[in-house]
C-alpha cells in the first residue's frame, strides 16, 4: 500500500452489561460504518445516541453527519400539525415519520406549558414556538426541550404578541429568530393608508428595536400572521364594514427589506361580480404560501405565490368526490399538505367528514362517521392523526353552510412542522437556556408570586379573539 493508504478509525462498540450500565467491548466499528448507520435512523434515535458517549456526539453533530441525514431522508415527510388556537389545539397531525418518529403529536409537546401557567400560544416557524403570558413570554424548541425567556419591553406601552420569524440555512437549520409584538395601529381611510407600530426581538442581538410599517390599503383588523422565511403574512380585514370581502395579503420581510413599507399583494380571481359563493383557506406547503378556493359548480383553485409576488395557479379541477347529490360549496379547504403541494385537506360541513385528495393522481380519502374520536387517513406520504371533535368545532364556528358572511375572510390555521435537521435553539447574548423541567418550574413561581389580575372590561380576551378566531360569525 506503499504507505498511503487511509487509515480508518475504529470507534469501540458500547454496550449494556447485566446491570444496564454501558461498557467497552474490545469489538470495533469504523468511523465510516457508525455514520452510515447512525444517518439512516430518526432524528428522535439520534438525539438519545449523542448521550451515549462523547465519540458518538461529535461524529452526529458534524456537517458531513448532516448533509448525509437530510440526503437520506430528502423523500420522508417531517412531523407537523395543523394547529389552532391560543390552546394549541391539533386539527391533523403527522409524527410516527421516519424523519422524526416522535411518540406523540407536536401539540402535546406544548400544551404542558399552557395547562401549567397562564400561557398562549401564538405562533411557530421552523420548528419554534412562541408562548405569551400576562407578564413574560418565551420562544423555544419543545421537542428538544430548549426554552429562552423573552426580556421584557424597555419601552412604557403595552404590546400585544403579533407573530414569530425566522432565519435558516439551505437545509433548514434555524440560524436565529425575532418575536414581533404590535404596539398600536393607525388608519387613513380617505389616503387608503395603515400604519402598524411593532416591537421587534431579535436573537442575535438580544435587544428589543421599535419599527413602523407603513401600508398602502386600509384596514382596521387582521387574521391570523402567517410566517415564512422570515416574512410575516396577514390578511387584513375592515371591522367598520363587514360586509367588505377581503381582497389583498399584507407582507413584510423582517430579514430582506430594509424599507418601512409593507407589500400588499391582490388576491387571484377575486371578482365579486363574477362569482360570489366561495370558501377559501391561506396556507403554506413546500416553502410557498398557498391560496385554496372552492367555487361553484364543484370547482376547486390552488394557486402559490411567486418570489415576485404574483400568483400562480396550480389547480383548477372537479374533485372526483363530488356526487350529484352534493355539492362543493358546502365543503371548506383547511390547508394543502406542508411537504406536498398536490395533497389538500377539505371539511364537508353537511355530512360532518374531513377528506384527504391528492389532486394529481386524483385519490382520495373520507373519512366515515365512527366511534373513535382520532382516526387515521393516508394522505399518500404517510399515515397522519385527525383530531374529529376539534375538526367540526372549528369548522362550524368559522363557516355556516346557510350563510355567506363567512366566506369572507380566507381561513388561515398555524402549520407547526419541524425541520429536517435538529440544531439547538439559537441562544440570544446573556440569555440563559432552561430545559422543559426548568421552565414549568419558573412557571409555576412565577405564577404564585403574581398578583391578581382582574381584566374587568376583558380587554385582553377580546383582543386575543379578534387574532386568533377572527374567521368566526360575527355578531
Same mark, same amino acid.
Given at each position: !500500500?506503499?504507505? /498511503? ?7 469501540? =462498540? ?20 457508525? =455514520? ?9 434515535? =439520534? ?7 462523547? *465519540? ?5 453533530? +458534524? ?32 409524527? /410516527?415519520?421516519?424523519?422524526? @418518529? ?12 399552557? *395547562?401549567?401557567?397562564?400561557? $398562549? ?69 380617505? %389616503? ?20 413602523? &410599517? ?25 371591522? $367598520? @364594514?363587514?360586509? #367588505?370581502?377581503?381582497? *389583498? ?33 391561506? *396556507? ?20 402559490? &405565490? +411567486?418570489?415576485? $409576488? ?21 365543503? #371548506? ?61 372549528? !369548522? ?28 439547538? &435553539? ?7 437556556? !432552561? ?11 412565577? %405564577? #404564585? ?12 380576551? /377580546? ?13
Amino acid at each position: !500500500m506503499n504507505g /498511503r493508504e487511509k487509515k480508518v478509525r475504529k470507534l469501540p =462498540i458500547r454496550r449494556a452489561n447485566k446491570n444496564g450500565a454501558m461498557t467497552k467491548h474490545h469489538d470495533h466499528v469504523s468511523e465510516e460504518i457508525l =455514520i452510515e448507520i447512525l444517518a439512516r435512523l430518526p432524528l428522535r434515535s =439520534i438525539r438519545r445516541f449523542k448521550s451515549v458517549c462523547k *465519540t458518538w456526539k461529535s461524529v452526529t453533530e +458534524t456537517d458531513y453527519f448532516r448533509r448525509l441525514f437530510v440526503s437520506l431522508h430528502k423523500n420522508s415527510s417531517s412531523s407537523w400539525s395543523l394547529v389552532v388556537g391560543t390552546k394549541a389545539s391539533d386539527l391533523i397531525s403527522l409524527h /410516527r415519520c421516519e424523519t422524526w @418518529d416522535l411518540p406523540k403529536s407536536l401539540a402535546c409537546y406544548i400544551q404542558s406549558h399552557i *395547562t401549567t401557567g397562564h400561557l $398562549d400560544y401564538v405562533a411557530s416557524s421552523n420548528g419554534l414556538v412562541f408562548m405569551d403570558g400576562y407578564d413574560t413570554s418565551f420562544v423555544g424548541n419543545p421537542v428538544l426541550q430548549q426554552w429562552v425567556q423573552i426580556p421584557s419591553l424597555p419601552y412604557p406601552f403595552v404590546t400585544l404578541p403579533f407573530g414569530l420569524v425566522t432565519r435558516v440555512d439551505d437545509d433548514g437549520v434555524v440560524l436565529g429568530f425575532k418575536v414581533v409584538r404590535i404596539a398600536g395601529d393607525k388608519q387613513k381611510r380617505q %389616503e387608503s393608508l395603515t400604519m402598524l407600530c411593532l416591537c421587534v426581538y431579535s436573537s442575535e442581538t438580544g435587544v428589543w428595536s421599535k419599527k413602523r &410599517l407603513d401600508c398602502s390599503h386600509y384596514f382596521t383588523n387582521w387574521g391570523l400572521p402567517m410566517a415564512l422565511n422570515g416574512t410575516l403574512f396577514i390578511s387584513p380585514e375592515d371591522i $367598520d @364594514d363587514p360586509a #367588505a370581502v377581503s381582497g *389583498t395579503l399584507i407582507a413584510h420581510d423582517f430579514y430582506g427589506e430594509e424599507s418601512d413599507l409593507c407589500r400588499v399583494i391582490p388576491l387571484p380571481d377575486h371578482d365579486l361580480d363574477h362569482n360570489w359563493y366561495f370558501k377559501r383557506a391561506l *396556507t403554506t406547503s413546500a416553502g410557498s404560501v398557498i391560496y385554496i378556493k372552492t367555487l361553484a359548480h364543484n370547482l376547486l383553485k390552488v394557486w402559490t &405565490l +411567486t418570489k415576485n $409576488d404574483d400568483w400562480k395557479l396550480l389547480w383548477e379541477i372537479r374533485l372526483p368526490f363530488i356526487t350529484c347529490d352534493d355539492d362543493i360549496l358546502y365543503y #371548506a379547504p383547511l390547508a394543502m399538505n406542508p411537504f406536498d403541494g398536490s395533497i389538500v385537506y377539505l371539511w364537508s360541513q353537511q355530512k360532518h367528514y374531513l377528506v384527504s385528495c391528492n389532486l394529481q393522481t386524483h385519490n382520495f380519502k373520507i373519512l366515515s362517521e365512527e366511534e373513535e374520536s382520532t382516526r387515521h387517513i393516508d394522505d399518500g406520504l404517510e399515515k397522519c392523526v385527525v383530531n374529529q371533535s376539534t375538526c367540526e368545532q372549528l !369548522m362550524n364556528a368559522s363557516f355556516d353552510p346557510d350563510s355567506l358572511d363567512h366566506c369572507v375572510y380566507p381561513l388561515t390555521l398555524f402549520h407547526f412542522v419541524l425541520p429536517r435537521w435538529m440544531e439547538s &435553539l439559537p441562544c440570544p447574548p446573556q440569555v440563559e437556556m !432552561m430545559d422543559t423541567s426548568s421552565l414549568l418550574s419558573y412557571i409555576l413561581v412565577m %405564577e #404564585a408570586n403574581r398578583p391578581e389580575f382582574k381584566d374587568t372590561f376583558g380587554i385582553r380576551e /377580546r383582543l386575543l379573539r379578534s387574532r386568533f378566531f377572527s374567521t368566526k360569525r360575527r355578531e
